[in-house]
């Protein structure tokens, strides 16, 4: 089955700085990559996501690149700003999905 | 307004006495998913359904069951809860499986 590894687990950076998160997956199957940002005590909501034949996209301050080959993909955030402070999950997937264990960014102010 | 409902918000209950947690969506999705969270371990899939009639297992259904008989409800039924599944429980759906899933509020259970 899929396995997601999620790295680091703890992210802090300074107020403007950037932010990457690396994931990993398994299965070769898996066509569908989405990127949640929970906050605390909410319910997680989707910030972006990546299919399988695209390779790079990005949304304002948000962007995430997915390389198939090496069976990795990362979630880059750019000027990070306090409201950016939660845990953000990578998932894999095309039917049942897998999602990684969690980062939790601290944007510092 | 669109939404994914979950009810109860809360529970506690004791080992063995069967629950069922129920999950509504408003937005005609054919895809609606059962994940737990528990602290370190992310988002853990329990089941899922792609369509009406149609439910497949994800990582974690062990003691879990599902029904999707209509397209808006998917229930989670606990038929002997035990201490260790004890929980935060999110319901989710999307309008087919590889799209934004748009996540319940979240049903904490505790079982004693």
């Known amino acids: 089955g899929e396995n997601v590894e999620q790295h680091p687990s703890t992210l802090s950076v300074q107020e403007g700085d950037s932010a990457v998160i690396k994931c990993t997956y398994s299965?070769?199957?898996?066509?569908?990559f989405p990127w949640y940002k929970q906050e605390l005590g909410k319910r997680p909501q989707l910030i972006i996501d990546?299919?399988?034949?695209?390779g790079e996209k990005k949304d304002q301050r948000i962007a995430v690149t997915l390389n198939k080959t090496a069976k990795h993909f990362s979630l880059h955030i750019t000027e990070t700003q306090p409201e950016d402070s939660a845990v953000y999950f990578c998932?894999?997937?095309?039917?049942?999905?897998?999602f990684g264990p969690g980062t939790r960014l601290s944007v510092l102010p | 307004e669109a939404q994914v409902t979950q009810n109860p918000r809360y529970l506690i209950t004791v080992t063995g006495k069967k629950l069922t947690v129920t999950c509504s969506q408003n937005?005609?999705?054919?895809?609606m998913s059962w994940y737990r969270q528990d602290p370190g371990l992310g988002l853990r899939q329990i089941y899922y359904?792609?369509?009406?009639?149609?439910?497949d297992k994800g990582d974690v259904p062990e003691g879990y069951k599902v029904s999707r008989k209509e397209k808006r409800n998917f229930p989670l039924i606990l038929e002997s809860p035990s201490p260790n599944q004890t929980s935060l429980y999110f319901c989710?759906?999307?309008?087919?499986?590889?799209?934004?899933?748009?996540f319940g509020p979240g049903t904490r259970l505790t079982v004693l």
């Open positions: 998932a894999a997937g095309g039917q049942n999905f897998v």
């Open positions: 937005m005609n999705h054919e895809y």
């Open positions: 990546i299919r399988s034949n695209v």
């Open positions: 299965d070769s199957a898996s066509n569908y």
């Open positions: 359904s792609m369509n009406v009639e149609v439910t």
């Open positions: 989710a759906s999307s309008f087919v499986s590889d799209n934004e899933q748009f």
